[in-house]
Structures are given as structure tokens and as C-alpha cells.
Nanobody, 124 residues
Framework: QVQLVESGGGSVQAGGSLRLSCGVSGEAPSIYCMEWWRQAPGKGPKEREGIATIDSTGNTLYASSVKGRFTVSQDNAKNILYLQMNDLKPEDSATYHC???????????????WGKGTAVTISS
């Protein structure tokens, strides 16, 4: 079992920045591909958008909607996953979920564990 707890969400104006954190605990968390997903207001879990992923060797991948603005990183010593979000836009408003996958497919069905999420609201 892997437990994921997100923090750092909040409300900011467009153009601002936020840093999300995800505390990772449980069995062998270092073997997982760690991911950030977001669920926009009014959309269901299966409509979540995968926005960033980092594997155990530090390779990263981003959705085109956030590339160049968001940065995923991890502190392996502290077992914390981060998402630095810059130049935020109103369309970035969503609940952001941390996820862990044993196999790095970066697909919804490939996620083995989900965090409960942290809400981000961007005002124009």
C-alpha cells in the first residue's frame, strides 16, 4: 500500500504561482512512477487530465497544457513529490491529485494509488 497526501492548494490571481506537495508513505514508494493529475470543476474522475509525471530515474513528461509553466520534482530523501506551478491561468483551476503507478504509462487506468486532492482556484 502507498499513501499519498497533497497540500499547498489555494486561491491566487492569474499570473501567480503555487507549489503543491505530496507526501508519500508506505511500501517501496521509490519504485513507482509519480504523477500529478487534475480534475476540473464539473468533471468526473475518469475525465482527469494527466499533467506531469516523473519516474524513478528523474525523467519527466508534461502535458502540452502545462509544459513550460509547471515543473515536477521529488525529494527522495523526504519522500515528497512537488509541483511548481507558474504563470497560472483561470483554466488551471481544478482539484490536483497526486498519483503513483507501478508501470509508467501515464494513463488513468495505469494509476495504482490516488491522493484525495488539493483544490486550486485561479481568478482572472
Amino acid at each position: 500500500q502507498v499513501q499519498l497526501v497533497e497540500s499547498g492548494g489555494g486561491s491566487v490571481q492569474a499570473g501567480g504561482s503555487l507549489r503543491l506537495s505530496c507526501g508519500v508513505s508506505g511500501e517501496a514508494p521509490s519504485i513507482y512512477c509519480m504523477e500529478w493529475w487534475r480534475q476540473a470543476p464539473g468533471k468526473g474522475p475518469k475525465e482527469r487530465e494527466g499533467i506531469a509525471t516523473i519516474d524513478s530515474t528523474g525523467n519527466t513528461l508534461y502535458a502540452s497544457s502545462v509544459k513550460g509553466r509547471f515543473t515536477v520534482s521529488q525529494d527522495n530523501a523526504k519522500n515528497i513529490l512537488y509541483l511548481q506551478m507558474n504563470d497560472l491561468k483561470p483554466e488551471d483551476s481544478a482539484t490536483y491529485h497526486c498519483a503513483a503507478a507501478l508501470i509508467c504509462t501515464f494513463t488513468y487506468s495505469g494509476v495504482d494509488y490516488w491522493g484525495k486532492g488539493t483544490a486550486v482556484t485561479i481568478s482572472s
